[in-house]
């Protein structure tokens, strides 16, 4: 009869797990001691551990929450000083735009105007009885008048 020899390859799996959660915790500690954006996927590849293990773990999963929260990811990273806007030229841009801004309304206005007085004519005209049809184009013939 064989010995039962389990145990052995119990323990090596139980020291696996171990290491491996020791592994996730220290990335996670390196992580955010050095301010680094904390995400699954950098600290799996940190620990070389599986994003899907970080998951099912729920103590680190919630830590690595937790640090996302207090290291939030930019946006996007802020364009080199030479590329930057001076104040003087957003200034410039922003009374451009303010221009055309009153501009635009002033055209707006006008538009409103002028639909104001068509229709105010129109509607005089069919008091009037000058007017017969509702804006409806005159019926032109169907026949072909030539090859198409």
Same mark, same amino acid.
């Given at each position: ?12 799996? %139980? ?6 959660? $020791? ?22 590849? $940190? ?19 937790? @640090?996302? #929260? ?12 030479? $590329? ?17 801004? %009153?501009? @635009?309304?002033?055209?707006? #206005? ?8 068509? @229709?105010?004519? %129109?509607?005089?005209?069919?008091? @009037?009885? $000058? ?18």
């Amino acid at each position: 009869m064989r010995a039962d020899n389990t145990h052995h390859v119990v323990a090596a799996a %139980r020291r696996r797990a171990d290491q491996t959660r $020791q592994r996730a915790i220290a990335a996670l500690r390196r992580m955010d001691a050095a301010g680094q954006r904390v995400t699954f996927d950098a600290v799996a590849r $940190q620990a070389n551990v599986s994003r899907s293990w970080l998951y099912t773990q729920d103590d680190l999963r919630a830590e690595i929450e937790h @640090l996302r #929260q207090r290291h939030p990811s930019p946006s996007s990273p802020p364009p080199p000083q030479r $590329q930057r806007a001076s104040d003087p030229s957003l200034l410039r841009r922003l009374e451009a735009s303010t221009a055309r801004i %009153r501009h @635009l309304e002033a055209d707006n #206005q006008q538009l409103r105007d002028a639909l104001a007085r068509a @229709l105010g004519e %129109r509607r005089a005209a069919e008091i @009037l009885g $000058q007017v017969t049809d509702r804006d409806t184009p005159k019926r032109v013939s169907s026949k072909l008048t030539g090859p198409c």
